[in-house]
């Protein structure tokens, strides 16, 4: 570990209350301690970075020469496994979340107590353990289960605690013996359950993308038929919201792939364009096909959505949070999986957004490939 | 003691559920009750109402609104007891970014509670750091 600080009293204070300081924690085999370095300004510590990079660098964010920011700056870029903690006063928390935003894993409010130093160490320990735990997981194909399953029993325990606590004011009757004073109560519960089927279902459909080569039915898929297929599950609920949607498609294309495959693309784009639109919306997909592959757009007049929300939209159970989404239920699973199938086809998908204008998501799927592949089948 | 003017809690969750329940609940006990749907709403509250205890969800807008709330309510009102609520699951011993105990200790939250705990529990916790 690393101490980056212009007052030496901080940097012997640390040394001295890690020096005997050892992590122990279930998973780790051994104990383990701490050997703890000091610079005194940026460059000194981007000097030793380079020489020997330490786990961990404890940085000041207030220094003589360069600022914590570019010490920062610079780990980020070169040795992005460096776990930075900010040691920041109290006046400037503000920027040391901002710091944490940037990269950097946490920060200790200055003056902090040996305990405090102690716990984020622990902390910072655990975390460095996990990191490699989860790489060396993830060599083996098994991280993202790992990590999936945790947040996956956070998205089932949710909905099962409101449903529980709505029965619960039932049981004990608490609005009374009316059995229509509880229509809201049961309509929630009936809106949680509802919720949690979407994510069995897109539970089902991760499993069934990822089934083996053998279980998968490839054929040529004719798209029109897709998309009609996409609109006709969606259409209840755009009558409802009022929104058109429209299919153009100049010629017939067809796709070499398996058609379930090429369903939960197109119904996830779909139904999201739909979800996320305003009353009295639009919907359009445009499908093209030529040589190099199929192009698939998607584009609607919707809330959409701002820039950096556009970069985590197809990471596992991401949300956007705000007041337009909060009473759209959904899993954050679709597009993942939308991007898993295109993977498996290698193919990509992009999304262009604007806040409150809407959002065109565009896929292509190349051809080519799949065809000379068919004969061994 | 009897208290002329009810002990006020600010709740924050963006689980419309959970917070219709735990409001009924913390007003049955005999609590003023104000609740904000995210971080932002409860940023907004806070510049207007101090409570007399404050209740965060976790994961609101971002991973770790309760944290920041937890922060700026401690700035503003540093004798308001705070507890962070979460529905994360520990059982599965993967530390999702600030959650761990440890963490939650210098992050100076008074309490860091599991959703799932039982009501009756969640209330004697809010009365010891009422007291306290
Ligand atoms: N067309 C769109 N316009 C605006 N936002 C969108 C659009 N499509 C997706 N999003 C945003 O991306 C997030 C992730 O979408 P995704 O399809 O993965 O999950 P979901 O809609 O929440 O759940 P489900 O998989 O059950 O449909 C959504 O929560 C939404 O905020």
Redesign the interface.
């Known amino acids: 570990m690393l101490v980056v600080d212009d007052e030496p009293g901080i940097c012997s204070g640390v040394k001295r209350i890690l020096e005997r300081f050892t992590v122990s924690y279930p998973?780790m085999d051994e104990d383990r301690g701490f050997d703890v370095y000091e610079s005194y300004t940026g460059e000194e510590a981007i000097g030793f970075i380079q020489q020997s990079p330490p786990d961990i660098v404890l940085l000041d964010n207030k220094l003589p020469g360069i600022q914590g920011t570019e010490v920062l700056d610079y780990i980020n870029k070169n040795n992005r496994d460096i776990i930075v903690m900010i040691i920041t006063s109290?006046a400037s928390?503000e920027l040391a979340?901002k710091a944490t935003n940037q990269g950097a894993y946490?920060f200790?409010?200055k003056p902090?107590t040996p305990q405090?130093l102690k716990?984020?160490m622990?902390?910072v320990t655990?975390?460095i353990f996990?990191r490699s735990m989860t790489k060396k997981l993830n060599k083996e194909g098994k991280e993202v289960r790992?990590?999936f399953?945790?947040v996956l029993?956070?998205e089932l325990?949710?909905p099962l605690?409101?449903v529980e606590?709505?029965l619960q004011?039932m049981q004990e009757r608490?609005a009374g013996n009316n059995l229509s004073d509880y229509d809201q109560v049961i309509d929630?519960s009936l809106q949680?359950i509802k919720g949690m089927r979407t994510l069995i279902m897109d539970l089902l459909d991760l499993t069934r993308i990822q089934s083996d080569e053998k279980d998968k039915q490839y054929k040529q898929v004719n798209l029109k038929e897709v998309a009609q297929g996409a609109i006709e599950s969606i259409n209840p609920y755009a009558i409802q919201k009022d929104v058109t949607v429209e299919l153009h498609m100049d010629k017939e294309v067809e796709v070499y792939g398996d058609p379930n495959d090429m369903e939960i693309v197109m119904n996830n784009l779909v139904s999201n364009a739909v979800k996320y639109n305003y009353h009295g919306g639009g919907v359009d997909i445009n499908i093209d096909g030529d040589m190099q592959g199929v192009h698939i757009q998607v584009r609607d007049t919707g809330i959409g959505m701002k820039k950096e929300d556009t970069a985590r939209l197809f990471k596992e159970f991401v949300r956007i949070?705000?007041?337009q989404t909060?009473n759209i239920t959904g899993s954050g699973l679709g597009l993942s999986i939308v991007k898993k199938v295109i993977d498996l086809y290698d193919g990509h998908i992009d999304v262009e957004s604007e806040p409150e204008k809407g959002s065109t998501f565009t896929v292509f799927l190349p051809i080519t490939k799949y065809k000379s592949e068919t004969t061994t089948s | 003691m009897v208290m002329s003017d009810k002990t006020t809690i600010l709740l924050a969750d963006d689980d419309v559920d959970y917070l219709f329940q735990m409001k009924l609940h913390l007003q049955q006990s005999g609590y003023k009750v104000i609740t904000a749907e995210s971080q932002r709403e409860a940023e907004e509250l806070l510049q207007s109402v101090q409570p007399d205890l404050a209740i965060f969800d976790l994961m609101m807008e971002t991973e770790d609104s309760g944290f920041i709330l937890c922060y700026k309510t401690r700035r503003k009102y540093p004798e308001v007891p705070i507890i962070i609520a979460t529905a994360v699951a520990s059982e599965t011993g993967v530390s999702f970014g600030l959650n761990t105990e440890e963490e939650q200790r210098w992050i100076k939250a008074d309490l860091y509670l599991e959703k799932g705990i039982r009501k009756e529990q969640m209330l004697t916790e809010i009365k010891k750091l009422l007291k306290a």
């Open positions: 998973f109290y928390l979340v946490d200790i409010p902090f405090e716990s984020s622990e902390n655990k975390n996990l790992f990590q399953l945790s029993s956070h325990k949710s605690n409101a606590g709505y004011i608490q929630r949680r949070k705000n007041d909060k």
